[in-house]
Each structure stands twice: as structure tokens, then as C-alpha cells.
């Protein structure tokens, strides 16, 4: 791909398909250790495809079917807000905002995630992430069901610069909660209608194209390209197709930002979590 360093590049298909051997060897019922490759086998990266990510298992298997009218977006909004599984199962469903005993609930837990690099829930006026993450949650309750009816109507554009501009949410998680709706068939919209790129993808893709300079719009366009290139150069790696589905945008946006990670990780870098395969579901 001429935008891309060859060698570079294919460094991403290695990663992908290695990662999907993984899911693929464990799932088959293999015994641990999944890989060779001391990164990916001592180190927790998310499933390449979005439907097996834990977290998004989640949401549509367990959280999903819990919710009637009205409560949908709100809670859809604080699952990502949060982005723990743990969190979300003592707190949600949610029919307003987030209750003030929020500490007591989550006392002893990690309550956010390490999965975006970023802080939503700061100049809220409180001095903790959870106090700011209840005055967050007092906009969510008035916005979000005002805007669910509307969901199926209004252009993706339009519903997507709302979310994003709530407090506690950004741009990035904006994006997640984007395609997250398209689990629950209101919107016209799917993971390859278009992509957020996250820091770590972006960062990716300058050391993949040798150029420090490549910026978010840069990389919409460079992702987009490796999402058309993706079936060919990973059937040339062996990758193994999860019921011979293609890899989404989304998951191309999420596989740069692992490899990023992974990189980092081999660099040694210590900012990362340990991989415990006895405490992690498949």
C-alpha cells in the first residue's frame, strides 16, 4: 500500500491474525498458553472482532434486553462513561441519574476503564472522578430520553455530535456508543459507516507511514483503505475468519490501536493489563 511502509503494514495483519489464532485455539478448547509470542500470551488485548469483545458481549447479551422505553441511550451513555463490566453490573439499569452513594457502590473496584485515553469527567465542578461523573449523569438523564424517539429519524451526523457533546463523553467514546446502537436496529448505521480514529491509531499510523504529521482526518482515510485491503492481505496470513465475516471499520480502528499497545508493551512499556486466563472468560 503505498501510503504505508510495507514491512510495517504487514506488521498489523500479523498482529490481527495472531491475535484471532488466540480466540480461535481457546474456543476449540485448546490449553493455555493460545501463542507462542510472550506479548500476546502474557498480556490482556480485546477480541479482533466486536461482537466477541467481552465488553460488547455484554452489552448486547446482558444489559441490551434489560431495558425498556426510555431508558436505552441513558444507559447506554454511563456503560461507556464507565466501560467496566463491573461497574455497569451494579449499577445499571439506570431510570435517572447516577445515585449519590456512587462511591459506596463501587467501593472496591476499579470503576473506569483503561480502554480510552482519556479523562471525561473533570471540570465538572467536583473534586473526584465520581462526584463529577454524578453531575455528568444529571445531563444524561434530561438528554438522553428526549432524544431516543428521535433515533431512528435523525441523521447518524446529527445523533452522533449530540452524544459526543454530553458531559463524561467525548468524541472518541461518542464513536463507541455510535456503533453500539447499531445492536439495537434504530439507526441506520454500521461499523463501517465511519470511524473516530483514537489517539493510539492515529500514533499507529504515523510510525506506519513514517510521518509524524498524520492527523485524525489523515487516518480516517488511511483506515478506510487498510478496511478495503483487510480480507486479501489477511487471508494471505492465515488469519481464521470468524464465520467468514470480514473485520469491520471499527475493528480496523481498534486493531491499530492494540498494535500501538503491543508495540509499546515490547518497547517495555509497564502501562498495561496482565493477562490472568484463569480469571477471564473467554
Same mark, same amino acid.
Request: net charge negative; charged share 20%; hydrophobic share 40%.
Given at each position: ?28 478448547g485448546l490449553p493455555w498458553p493460545w501463542t507462542l509470542d510472550n506479548v500476546l500470551r502474557d498480556w490482556q488485548f480485546p477480541n479482533v472482532y466486536r461482537?466477541?469483545?467481552?465488553? !460488547?458481549?455484554?452489552?448486547? /447479551?446482558? &444489559? %441490551? =434486553?434489560?431495558? *425498556?422505553?426510555?431508558?436505552?441511550? @441513558? ?8 466501560? !467496566?463490566?463491573?461497574?455497569? /453490573?451494579? &449499577? %445499571? =439499569?439506570?431510570? *435517572?441519574?447516577?445515585?449519590?452513594? @456512587? ?26 472522578? @465520581? ?152
Amino acid at each position: 500500500m503505498a501510503f504505508l511502509i510495507e514491512e510495517r503494514e504487514a506488521q498489523l495483519w500479523s498482529y490481527l491474525t495472531e491475535r484471532q489464532r488466540i480466540w480461535d485455539r481457546r474456543n476449540r478448547g485448546l490449553p493455555w498458553p493460545w501463542t507462542l509470542d510472550n506479548v500476546l500470551r502474557d498480556w490482556q488485548f480485546p477480541n479482533v472482532y466486536r461482537e466477541l469483545d467481552l465488553g !460488547t458481549k455484554y452489552l448486547r /447479551e446482558e &444489559l %441490551l =434486553p434489560k431495558l *425498556g422505553v426510555g431508558q436505552l441511550l @441513558l444507559n447506554m451513555v454511563a456503560y461507556r462513561h464507565f466501560n !467496566t463490566i463491573l461497574a455497569a /453490573e451494579r &449499577l %445499571l =439499569p439506570l431510570d *435517572g441519574p447516577l445515585p449519590n452513594d @456512587l462511591k459506596t457502590i463501587l467501593c472496591g473496584i476499579q470503576p473506569y476503564t483503561q480502554a480510552y485515553r482519556t479523562s471525561p469527567f473533570v471540570h465538572l465542578g467536583a473534586n473526584t472522578p @465520581l462526584e463529577n461523573s454524578i453531575i455528568a449523569s444529571h445531563s444524561w438523564a434530561e438528554f438522553c430520553p428526549k432524544m431516543e424517539p428521535y433515533l431512528g429519524g435523525e441523521p447518524m451526523r446529527e445523533v452522533y455530535n449530540a452524544i459526543k457533546s454530553l458531559p463524561g463523553i467525548g468524541p472518541f467514546v461518542g464513536y463507541v456508543i455510535a456503533c453500539d446502537l447499531t445492536y439495537t436496529g434504530l439507526v441506520d448505521y454500521t461499523e463501517d459507516s465511519d470511524v473516530y480514529p483514537g489517539s493510539g491509531s492515529v500514533e499507529c499510523l504515523q510510525w506506519m507511514t513514517g510521518r509524524s504529521w498524520v492527523n485524525r482526518t489523515d487516518a480516517k482515510f488511511l483506515i478506510h483503505l487498510l478496511h478495503r485491503n483487510a480480507r486479501e492481505r489477511l487471508t494471505a496470513s492465515g488469519f481464521p475468519f470468524y464465520e467468514d465475516q470480514d473485520l469491520s471499520v471499527r475493528a480496523i480502528e481498534d486493531g491499530l490501536c492494540e498494535l500501538h499497545r503491543y508495540r509499546a508493551i515490547k518497547a517495555g512499556s509497564t502501562a498495561a493489563r496482565r493477562y490472568y486466563p484463569q480469571l477471564l472468560p473467554l
